[in-house]
């Protein structure tokens, strides 16, 4: 295990974001698909790869095989439904390989017609797949198309993809229609001029292009093998994630140079609280394959140890900013150990809890961002597969698709203190087979939906807990109890106040829990978590070149009823980090009586409310009716405040639900309601409600000093299903 000795997890992944940037300044790519752009691409692989035929941890699913290429050359392979070739070389998401009848290449606009040829030559490999050679350079922008045929059926894809292995699919051929297909000719030529941008200011959002094209192929989403090509697209257009994620992007390719800026430290590190909360279908055992899951993720930190010592991997983001030849770019990576734990729902309401779920990952490949107008980091955001149960009778693999990144970078000029956001992410775990070393894709254990929510909180040497004192916080949390005998399921809401006198955290808090028992029913409990606590510092160790491990305190805490005298111990109630000033704290719930969850606390404003703004909601809501469990997450949803008095919820959300009975799990549903309309009420300490006109939807909660984020209890009761959860409210550009 090499360099095990680190500050942090994000340290490994920096020297990568540094050649992931490189390569941005070098026009040559700019996909999170990083670690192969990182490295020399020529002979980093064998030929025809397949990613059918292995499972490997730290890389994304889509398997990359650029070997033998010249920096100007692709390796173009076809992919098409089971229907179409059913001999064909069967590959991942149940598609299979063939050896295409025409290749050609040209040069196109919004109306996908073929406008111009293209300066090229290709070449047949013995294994079918064909290699093109750009003899003016890669594109880098969406107007080359490579198209190729198999018998009637014509699929394309973009040529500027950034690990240059072409892939003609559905996937891609969903890309070209949906991304480029969709924009006005005016918007075209807008990007355009993006791309062939010489000046020596480089209008960076021409790299969406070639991490787009690339992480379409990330998506772990089967195509049934009774649906030709045009069902296949239907069924792509129909998965509300993927769907979301293409037209995000291809919104994202439209951002102007003149509203981009970068982070003005050269380097941040990030304290990373993480939860998320998944729904699923699980297909491990017979006994209850089909069945829905509950599923809860919480960051942990870790340590491992070998022959070279030991290593402390604390959950983390690093940005990294460059500003070489006027181009600004800022790369960020994470690294998030976490541990999990589930509840199988079967329909005879019967409950199974598993606990004993090793270790993992939720680790971000190293790639570019935008930061928009100082504030809105955006990105596609590619995840790294991990492997757990190495060596053991289950080996499983962890898929993870990528998602569009939208956080609020705020609470500072120089550098942010904070990074906030919440996305969605599907996956899969698939079992693995061991053969000559190698590890091969065998059947899917699970289908899991997740809405994540992460609050990367700045570090910084030196933090002592006595900026916390004497301060009052608003608090709110979320929280899942999984596992009990007579009410298997309850997912808990805090909302309160907190003050702060020395070590002694005094929190007054009402709470709302909605309990399913082991009958199915499901009610509604309020009630009180009124509680004394203490806040301590939770030591970091750093590590030096020079003096080894150094033990400081860099903004990490504990929250404790009864402290142990060792600070490293695991508190009784949460794990959490600060800002350097104080003023934001979030925690890691981990407690016996209220369960696994995201607390968040702020210091009360002291302002003035905001009578008007626009901010993006992000979060999650956990429904329970009598024969259905649903989650849903915010996707793209806006709060726009319009007076002192008014507001109103643009609420787009994925949903995905389990019908109990059926045992059924719908894949993630884009929804776009209509506009709600609300009352709203704020006050000088920062508490703030939005409630519409029956008051059957209530969002309570608390906006921060500057204004710009509302942290929010949502409570819908309208209909036979109770539904409670937290959303983020963070402010987007003027």
Same mark, same amino acid.
């Given at each position: 295990?090499?360099?095990?000795?680190? =500050?942090? !997890?994000?340290?490994?992944?920096? !020297?990568?974001?540094?050649? /992931?940037?490189?390569?941005?300044?070098? @026009?040559? &790519? #700019?996909?999170?698909?990083?670690?192969?752009?990182?490295?020399?691409?020529?002979?980093?692989?064998?030929?025809?790869? %397949?990613?059918?035929?292995?499972?490997?941890? @730290?890389?994304?699913?889509?398997?990359?095989?650029?070997? &033998?290429?010249?920096?100007?050359?692709?390796?173009?392979?076809?992919?098409?439904?089971?229907?179409?070739?059913?001999?064909?070389?069967?590959?991942?998401? %149940?598609?299979?390989?063939?050896?295409?009848?025409?290749?050609?290449?040209?040069?196109?606009? =919004?109306?996908?017609?073929?406008?111009?040829?293209?300066?090229?030559?290709?070449?047949?490999?013995?294994?079918?797949?064909?290699?093109?050679?750009?003899?003016?350079?890669?594109? =880098? #922008?969406?107007?080359?198309?490579?198209?190729?045929?198999?018998?009637?059926?014509?699929?394309?894809?973009?040529?500027?993809?950034?690990?240059?292995?072409?892939?003609?699919?559905?996937?891609?051929?969903?890309?070209?229609?949906?991304?480029?297909?969709?924009?006005?000719?005016?918007?075209?030529?807008?990007?355009?001029? $993006?791309?062939?941008?010489?000046?020596?200011?480089? $209008?960076?959002?021409?790299?969406?292009?070639s991490t787009l094209a690339d992480q379409v192929h990330d998506f772990e989403i089967d195509i049934p093998g009774n649906l030709g090509a045009q069902g296949a697209l239907t069924l792509l257009e129909e998965r509300g994630d993927f769907a979301r994620y293409v037209s995000s992007m291809a919104n994202l390719a439209l951002l102007g140079e003149d509203s981009s800026g970068r982070i003005e430290a050269s380097s941040a590190d990030y304290h990373s609280v993480f939860w998320a909360v998944e729904l699923g279908q699980t297909f491990r055992e017979s006994t209850l394959a089909g069945s829905g899951q509950w599923g809860v993720r919480v960051a942990r930190e870790e340590t491992v140890t070998?022959?070279? #010592?030991?290593?402390?991997?604390?959950? #983390?983001?690093?940005? /990294?900013?460059?500003?070489?030849? %006027?181009?600004?770019?800022?790369?960020?990576?994470?690294?998030?150990?976490?541990?999990?734990?589930?509840?199988?729902?079967?329909?005879?309401?019967?409950?199974?809890?598993?606990?004993?779920?090793?270790?993992n990952t939720h680790s971000s490949s190293p790639g570019a961002a935008t930061l928009e107008d100082e504030i809105r980091l955006l990105a596609g955001r590619a995840l790294f597969q991990s492997i757990t149960g190495r060596g053991s009778s289950e080996i499983i693999g962890w898929t993870r698709n990528p998602y569009y990144l939208d956080a609020y970078a705020g609470g500072g000029s120089s550098e942010p203190d904070r990074v906030i956001g919440g996305y969605f992410t599907a996956g899969k775990a698939i079992e693995l087979r061991s053969?000559?070393?190698?590890?091969?894709?065998?059947?899917?254990?699970?289908?899991?939906?997740?809405?994540?929510?992460?609050?990367?909180?700045?570090?910084?040497?030196?933090?002592?807990?006595?900026?916390?004192?004497?301060?009052?916080?608003?608090?709110?949390?979320?929280?899942?109890?999984?596992?009990?005998e007579n009410r298997p399921m309850v997912v808990e809401s805090g909302l309160g106040e907190w003050q702060i006198n020395g070590p002694t955290v005094t929190q007054a808090m009402t709470t709302t829990m909605i309990r399913r028992d082991d009958t199915g029913t499901v009610t509604v409990a309020p009630g009180a978590r009124d509680a004394t606590w203490e806040i301590s510092e939770r030591p970091s160790r750093v590590w030096d070149p020079n003096e080894g491990n150094r033990i400081v305190s860099n903004g990490r805490l504990n929250l404790d009823t009864n402290p142990d005298d060792d600070p490293d111990?695991?508190?009784?109630?949460?794990? @959490?980090?600060?800002?350097?000033? &104080?003023?934001?704290?979030?925690?890691?719930?981990?407690?016996?009586?209220?369960g696994e969850g995201l607390m968040v606390a702020a210091e009360q404003a002291n302002a003035s409310p905001p009578a008007s703004g626009q901010y993006r909601l992000q979060g999650a809501t956990l429904g329970m009716a009598q024969s259905s469990?649903?989650? !849903?997450?915010?996707? %793209?949803?806006?709060?726009?405040?319009?007076?002192? @008095?008014?507001?109103?919820?643009?609420?787009?959300?994925?949903?995905?639900?389990?019908?109990?009975?059926?045992?059924?799990?719908?894949?993630?549903?884009?929804?776009v309601p209509d506009d709600v309309s609300l009352d709203y009420s704020a006050n000088v300490d920062g508490t703030?409600?939005?409630?519409?006109?029956?008051?059957?939807? /209530?969002?309570?909660?608390?906006?921060? !000093?500057d204004r710009d984020q509302f942290i929010l209890q949502l409570r819908d009761t309208d209909g036979d299903e109770e539904i409670l959860g937290l959303v983020i409210a963070t402010r987007l550009p003027d």
């Open positions: 295990m090499d360099n095990l000795i680190l =500050q942090s !997890a994000t340290r490994a992944f920096l !020297a990568l974001s540094v050649a /992931t940037a490189l390569v941005l300044t070098a @026009g040559c &790519g #700019g996909g999170d698909d990083a670690i192969d752009d990182a490295r020399d691409s020529e002979n980093s692989f064998p030929p025809a790869k %397949n990613a059918n035929d292995d499972f490997t941890s @730290g890389t994304t699913g889509d398997s990359s095989d650029s070997s &033998g290429l010249e920096r100007n050359q692709v390796r173009v392979t076809m992919e098409v439904p089971e229907s179409v070739a059913p001999d064909g070389e069967a590959t991942r998401r %149940n598609l299979r390989i063939v050896e295409p009848d025409t290749i050609s290449v040209y040069r196109t606009d =919004q109306s996908l017609r073929e406008l111009a040829s293209v300066d090229t030559r290709s070449r047949r490999e013995e294994t079918g797949r064909t290699v093109i050679t750009f003899e003016d350079g890669l594109p =880098q #922008g969406p107007d080359v198309i490579i198209e190729a045929t198999y018998g009637n059926i014509r699929m394309r894809a973009l040529a500027a993809d950034a690990d240059r292995d072409v892939k003609v699919n559905p996937f891609s051929e969903y890309l070209v229609v949906n991304a480029l297909g969709n924009y006005t000719g005016d918007e075209f030529s807008r990007i355009m001029d $993006c791309v062939n941008d010489a000046d020596s200011t480089l $209008c960076l959002n021409k790299y969406v292009w070998d022959e070279n #010592g030991t290593g402390y991997i604390y959950p #983390g983001l690093t940005l /990294t900013s460059f500003d070489a030849f %006027n181009i600004r770019v800022t790369s960020l990576a994470s690294d998030i150990p976490y541990d999990r734990k589930t509840l199988v729902h079967r329909n005879d309401n019967e409950f199974f809890e598993r606990t004993d779920w090793e270790r053969e000559s070393g190698e590890l091969k894709r065998e059947r899917t254990l699970e289908d899991h939906y997740l809405s994540v929510f992460e609050l990367n909180l700045l570090r910084e040497e030196g933090f002592e807990r006595q900026a916390l004192d004497g301060r009052d916080y608003n608090v709110v949390y979320l929280a899942t109890r999984m596992g009990d111990d695991t508190p009784d109630i949460a794990i @959490g980090a600060s800002t350097p000033d &104080g003023a934001l704290l979030g925690f890691n719930l981990d407690t016996n009586a209220i469990n649903r989650l !849903a997450h915010f996707d %793209n949803a806006r709060l726009v405040i319009e007076s002192s @008095g008014s507001a109103r919820l643009d609420g787009q959300r994925l949903d995905i639900v389990h019908q109990v009975d059926d045992e059924t799990v719908s894949v993630p549903q884009a929804l703030a409600t939005f409630t519409n006109s029956d008051g059957t939807l /209530t969002m309570d909660g608390f906006f921060t !000093a």
